[in-house]
Nanobody
Framework: QVQLVESGGGSVQSGGSLRLSCSVS????????MGWFRQAPGKEREGVAA???????RYTDSVKGRFTISQDNAKNTLYLHMNSLKPEDTAMYYC??????????????????WGQGTQVTVSS
């Protein structure tokens, strides 16, 4: 059974940095698409960053230049490096994966697997 487990969240001050990790278990086959989503209280879940098996990436406009998505296939782990954090980045962050290859999508229904989330809180 495929499982995605996020870690690395926490509380930081504005301008700080965090690195989120998504550890994958239950498969060694790899994924065609992986992504990070976030959901703030009272808001819809939104795509933050995505990377496909060709290495193509996509970022939502609000994080461009500050966040970087990467993956370590040897460790079966997806990362989200977050710099220059802002209070509006406060949210629960979720890792997601799709078995087959796809373009870097922010549409939730394109993903087969989801983690439970890790909380990121940025104070001003």
């Amino acid at each position: 059974q495929v499982q995605l487990v996020e870690s690395g969240g926490g509380s930081v001050q504005s301008g700080g940095s965090l690195r989120l990790s998504c550890s994958v278990s239950g498969t060694t086959a790899g994924f065609g698409l992986m992504g990070w989503f976030r959901q703030a209280p009272g808001k819809e879940r939104e795509g933050v960053a995505a990377i496909n098996s060709d290495g193509n990436t996509r970022y939502t406009d609000s994080v461009k230049g500050r966040f970087t998505i990467s993956q370590d296939n040897a460790k079966n782990t997806l990362y989200l490096h977050m710099n220059s954090l802002k209070p509006e980045d406060t949210a629960m962050y979720y890792c997601a994966a799709r078995a087959s290859s796809y373009y870097p999508s922010f549409i939730r229904y394109n993903y087969n697997y989801w983690g439970q989330g890790t909380q990121v809180t940025v104070s001003s």
